[in-house]
């Protein structure tokens, strides 16, 4: 769950203040968000089936699922793709593993 949300504060450190035609002209953006995208992927796969037990209003399928549409690179597609999970998805993301990993010790990496 660490990792996800570093991995997506990052992003959203990256991307904040753009619009999808500022990320569309960044490559370097580009590229780090796409990087880090995969990396919330496998994360995602990580955690299982816990994920879905504790945070049931994610779309943890969805999430999963994109680390293989980020290997294939559909470029239409994958910019807006792309700028929905960052913009509408990651934030609420970030927040509901933020407010669970505040119970516990920033050292401990089971629950």
């Known amino acids: 769950m660490r990792d996800i949300v570093e991995n997506g504060r990052a992003i959203l450190e990256y991307t904040s203040g753009m ?5 569309r002209r960044n490559r370097l953006v ?9 990396r919330v992927s496998e994360a995602a796969v990580k955690l299982g089936s816990i994920a879905e037990e504790s945070f049931p209003v994610q779309d943890w ?4 699922a994109f680390g293989n549409v980020l290997r294939h690179d559909y ?3 994958l910019d807006r793709m792309i700028w929905t999970m960052i913009t509408d998805r ?8 933020e407010t669970f990993l505040a119970k ?5 990496e089971t629950l």
């Open 75 to 77: 470029p239409d597609l």
């Open 104 to 108: 516990y010790p920033e050292d401990q």
């Open 30 to 38: 580009k590229d780090a968000s796409e990087r880090y995208l995969s």
């Open 61 to 64: 399928r969805g999430i999963r």
């Open 19 to 23: 619009e999808l035609a500022d990320y």
């Open 90 to 97: 990651l934030p609420s993301l970030i927040v509901e593993l």
